[in-house]
């Protein structure tokens, strides 16, 4: 399963350097404001005593978030220390408290404030900017990265209970994703981390994570009758035509040039055999469902389908370098397990309707439709948006 990385953060004396902000007689310069209609509130009138508690809390979580994030096992070690990721969170909420009170949300290099971030995707690059929103992109996108880690390991794909809490680790990570894209739409930041090719990406791929996670959920629900089969076989269709989104997404000019070696060896691989294994799925769950009408040529019609598209599935992970194998390897495993199943079924029926039904095959199949249920949320966890405790009440 694919994870996102985690941006690792320069530790900076943020405090101080609001402080100096707050007592200096430099107002905001609207000259780099890049969004015309962006709602920017004057510069505080308090100064900087007067909200030292607020500007110590803010320094001690974002001293807190950098010290862990330049680990190299970052993700993991975030995780095993519950207060780092909680940490996350609180900062997120108490960077939007220090925006609404109009400490710098635009882009003024005059203001003495240096926030930098190195690239997800390479340590030896790193960016710096003078305002809020960076800063808060930047947390954003750390906390999806976190999300996306916890569905990859903590979620084992046989479980139920796992799934449904895979299911809301990929819809609150596609969740930030999609207002991480808004966030940074109107911005000017050079790294590819917060570009919309590759925002768009983690998206499409989070929300078919999801996806297939609630496929799995159905699968290991229920009775195994035509309704079940049905609705599988939308869930598993919608899958497919989710992942094949991510696919196109990985063949973005900028990506091919910027991010080649981790898209051809990693992304698309593993987007590309994962459309193809939901699609075979299902064509097999919807062969069930004319099983059980007794429409026995349109059963061999999908089944043919099926097992057509489990071999190319196969024929493909097969042809994944031998080095980048772990990409694939579940679907290839899945696609083996699968197919003899749909082979040995095709012979039983072909044989049946020759000798007994005498049943025409469908040359041509229509569309099944799909049935996406994994959604993007209408607004953040709440831990990101609501602080633990009050801030700038005596203010």
Wanted: charge should be negative; charged fraction near 25%; proline fraction near 5%.
């Amino acid at each position: 399963m694919l994870v996102l990385p985690l941006k690792p953060a320069l530790r900076y004396d943020i405090m101080t350097a609001l402080a100096q902000w707050l007592d200096s007689d430099h107002h905001i310069s609207f000259d780099n404001l890049k969004n015309p209609l962006q709602f920017i509130l004057p510069k505080p009138d308090f100064c900087s005593v007067a909200c030292r508690d607020e500007l110590l809390r803010l320094q001690s979580l974002r001293n807190s978030i950098s010290d862990i994030l330049t680990r190299p096992d970052s993700h993991a070690a975030a995780l095993h220390n519950s207060s780092v990721w909680d940490d996350l969170q609180e900062y997120h909420a108490v960077l939007l408290e220090f925006e609404k009170r109009g400490f710098p949300a635009i882009d003024d290099a005059m203001t003495g404030i240096q926030l930098t971030w190195k690239a997800a995707w390479s340590d030896k690059e790193k960016e710096t900017h003078a305002h809020f929103p960076w800063e808060r992109s930047a947390v954003l996108f750390n906390i999806a990265a976190l999300y996306s880690y916890k569905a990859a390991t903590e979620c084992k794909p046989t479980n139920r209970d796992d799934c449904k809490q895979a299911v809301s680790y990929y819809q609150t990570a596609a969740t930030i994703i999609s207002i991480l894209k808004q966030l940074v739409a109107p911005e000017d930041f050079n790294t590819i981390d917060f570009s919309n090719p590759l925002l768009s990406f983690w998206e499409s791929f989070f929300l078919a994570a999801a996806q297939s996670n609630i496929y799995r959920i159905m699968s290991l629900t229920g009775e195994d009758d035509a309704a079940k089969h049905k609705n599988l076989s939308g869930l598993a269709q919608a899958a497919h035509l989710i992942y094949n989104t991510a696919l196109k997404d990985t063949q973005d000019p900028r990506l091919a040039s910027e991010l080649s070696a981790v898209c051809n060896s990693e992304w698309a691989p593993f987007c590309k055999a994962q459309a193809m294994i939901h699609g075979a799925k299902a064509e097999y769950h919807q062969a069930v469902v004319h099983r059980l009408s007794g429409a026995w040529g349109k059963e061999i019609a999908r089944l043919r389908a099926c097992h057509d598209k489990l071999l190319a599935c196969q024929e493909f992970c097969d042809s994944v370098e031998p080095n980048n194998e772990g990409v694939v390897d579940y679907v290839l495993r899945e696609t083996k397990a699968i197919r003899p199943v749909v082979y040995d079924r095709l012979v039983e029926v072909e044989k049946d309707n020759y000798t007994i039904y005498q049943d025409t095959v469908p040359k041509v199949m229509e569309e099944i439709p799909s049935k996406q249920l994994a959604k993007v949320k209408e607004q953040l966890p709440e831990a990101m948006l609501m602080t633990r405790r009050t801030l700038f009440a005596s203010i």
